[in-house]
DNA sequence: TTGTACGCGTTATCAA
DNA sequence: TTGATAACGCGTACAA
């Protein structure tokens, strides 16, 4: 790799190297006869700046971070890719460029995380997957590196952050099922330390409250994997009144349910209805496919940056939390209950239930 | 972002920076007293070298590129991201940055490509979805920038490459159909501009060849996308002697392939089977699951990490040209032909055309 | 064993 | 309008 320096333009130019730099940045005071040349010649010569030797100088990186989590096992990390095309393209499009770590995110003291932030080669972060009580939050704020959380932990929020409005997007969801005229509907979440978890189940319970719908205990389960999804559907079933429609907070646990119903005989949606959050491929190519809210997560991407990348140049303004609106999708797997003499007795006990509980 | 410098340790320790800069870099002409205290001093101080200026000095930029193709709406994108992951984990080990870009990787001229060669921020490039007569190749090799391609052309091969070994694996598909007992398989591929589309037909052939099977232009169908299938796969099926089994060499191909036949009331693997390249999550959600040949993206990104940093250490080491072989995973989309009425109707025009063929 | 001086490529300051 | 000079933070001959 040969390099050609400003140095090389200058001397090819018969001017000075600080002729040239005002040149090519468009001062104003300089001739455009002179600028014209140096102009030239810098394209015969193929001359681009070295972007090391003038952040150097400016103490600026021009690059912003982004830590992937590598919890690449998961079905929904499909998403994660769109999340990085938004990032790529906003960043394209002001001139940064994205450097991509995928050590342990959450690892504060480790190399992925350290690179980026002590080595200053980057001047913001993109930080993903925030837990509860996530350290990264205080490391960064103390070292005033400016961050853009993805996700929200739950007590602390004085921070930017970009999300996707759980709480909303759950809301719809349960409004379509209930709509349908279902009573009894599970609900079935991954571990309430992830963040999303909190908000999407929030908006579980305030659908109920909103519907003047009992909030049974029995019906909901937190902390669930891909493996634990079957005998946690078992168990629900077996109640003496059984839910007739489930909600699974993320798209991996409702394609579990699916496998799990059609194990145990039952037929979605006539006998089980099943909406999910997260509207990925997996979802739609479903059999059936699932009714589920999702979002563009390459907008989100495109949000996200940008939020850095204001946040960079002006480090000052406001604390910029935006929250995006998923969009409801029905699709085949949810119907009104009671299609089927199962579903029908069973929609029957839950109404009892339902009355019961006022 | 308060920075410390050098300079600061140096005036702490009461030291020249020298001195402090040759004690943290391990020389041997440092008295271990005197690096004690730097270290001690480095520590407490909080001191990081600044990226910038150590690559400024060395002309090194201890990074390396990856464009990322922006066909985000494939389906086999998922497996991008385990790539990526892939070549982070080697990054992270050899202490390289990986910058990402996202911007159109086919255009030479564009943003996104120029930022990182032009302006020296990368030591080399990981590029992808390498096509035939692919601009980039000489572009770069011109340049004499380190590169690794993932994929390959088909025309000129002199340059260093990883790629799953499409022909291998199709093979392998394609013996294990054949070993069914299925002497009419048809062929469903994309575009043979993509490299890898070229080289699976070209297993395909080969299998039939070495199973002394007719090979019939009929049932082999290049240039197909999503929608394009299910019209493809009704011609086939109305054909005289109708296909038993389908090969389809892409993932999503694949699936539209299973969409088809259930619309045109054929079961699977009963009335047809079915098998895949690329093993990909929604191959395996799909009902019923599909036989495929699948890698590991993630071990794939590895090597392409490695290779290129190698070739970065030492440009002048022997071309490096990495073929990993794809593994065959049978599920229940496969099974021997003649399972029903349908199928063993069709099975025997196969064999009568397969006399006649010989 | 330590310090001085210089260079990496660029931009900013100030004088001409 | 242009050019000489310093500075950014670091590594490294070379001298002490």
Request: one cysteine or more.
């Amino acid at each position: 790799m040969v390099m050609v320096t400003i140095k090389d333009v200058a001397r090819q130019a018969g001017l000075s190297v600080t002729t040239v730099s005002r040149a090519l940045n468009n001062y104003d005071d300089v001739a455009e006869a002179t600028r014209a040349r140096v102009r030239e010649v810098a394209t015969a010569l193929d001359y681009h700046p070295s972007a090391f030797a003038r952040n150097l100088q400016g103490s600026v990186a021009n690059a912003i971070g982004l830590g992937i989590p590598n919890v690449l096992h998961r079905s929904y990390d499909m998403s994660w890719l769109e999340f990085i095309g938004g990032i790529g393209a906003t960043c394209a499009e002001r001139d940064v460029d994205l450097l991509v770590s995928t050590a342990d995110v959450h690892d504060v003291d480790g190399q992925g995380f350290q690179r980026l932030v002590r080595e200053r080669r980057v001047d913001g972060l993109i930080v993903c997957d925030i837990r509860r009580d996530d350290a990264r939050i205080p490391y960064l704020r103390e070292r005033r590196l400016p961050f853009v959380a993805y996700g929200r932990a739950v007590d602390d929020l004085a921070y930017p952050f970009i999300d996707v409005d759980g709480a909303d997007g759950t809301m719809q969801v349960m409004a379509h099922v209930i709509g349908l005229g279902h009573r009894r509907i599970a609900y079935l979440g991954v571990d309430l330390a992830f963040g999303f978890s909190h908000y999407r189940f929030a908006g579980y319970s305030a659908a109920l409250r909103r519907a003047r719908l009992c909030d049974d205990p029995a019906l909901v389960r937190h902390g669930l994997g891909e493996q634990s999804v079957a005998p946690a559907l078992a168990d629900l079933l077996a109640l003496p009144d059984p839910p007739t429609a489930v909600f699974a907070e993320a798209d991996f646990l409702g394609l579990a349910v699916l496998r799990a119903a059609r194990a145990l005989g039952l037929a979605v949606p006539d006998d089980l209805s099943l909406a999910v959050f997260d509207d990925s491929l997996l979802v739609q190519h479903a059999d059936p496919p699932l009714t589920a809210v999702g979002h563009s997560n390459r907008r989100l991407g495109e949000d996200a940056a940008a939020l850095l990348l204001d946040r960079i140049t002006d480090p000052d303004r406001p604390l910029a939390q935006r929250l995006v609106a998923p969009t409801l999708v029905v699709r085949q797997s949810t119907a009104p209950p009671g299609n089927t003499q199962l579903g029908q007795g069973v929609d029957n006990a839950a109404l009892q239930v339902y009355h019961r509980c006022k």
